[in-house]
């Protein structure tokens, strides 16, 4: 069964980083793009970031460039988002997300809150 879990959500203050974890299992990971969605409150969902499988090419929406780094651990079967310099617009709700077949599948997300 395939299952993404999102973890690290935080509160946190403007400036601060924090790392987000999404553990999987049911599929083979290191072979296909993992993605990383947030959604803000009263928003759209918004995709922030993508890592393909094999040569591990990343990109990365304008709004989080230069700021967030997606990575991930083929032997963990995890993918990860360390984002640095947060913002108080990088306050949502943080899935991590696959293809598989012509099905999206999607964690329970992973809440982040940037406030002073």
């Known amino acids: 069964q395939v299952q993404l879990v999102e973890s690290g959500g935080a509160l946190v203050q403007p400036g601060d980083a924090l790392k987000l974890s999404c553990a999987t299992t049911?599929?083979?990971?290191?072979?296909?793009?993992m993605t990383w969605v947030r959604q803000a409150p009263g928003k759209e969902l918004e995709w922030i970031s993508s890592?393909?499988?094999?040569?591990?090419?990343?990109t990365y929406a304008d709004s989080v460039k230069g700021r967030f780094i997606i990575y991930r651990d083929n032997e963990k079967n995890t993918l990860y988002l360390h984002m640095n310099d947060l913002m108080p617009e990088d306050t949502a709700m943080y899935f991590c997300?696959?293809?598989?077949?012509?099905?999206?599948?999607r964690g329970q997300g992973t809440r982040v809150t940037v406030s002073s």
């Open positions: 997300q696959t293809v598989i077949g012509s099905n999206i599948r």
């Open positions: 890592i393909r499988a094999g040569p591990q090419i990343t």
């Open positions: 049911g599929f083979t990971f290191s072979r296909y793009m």
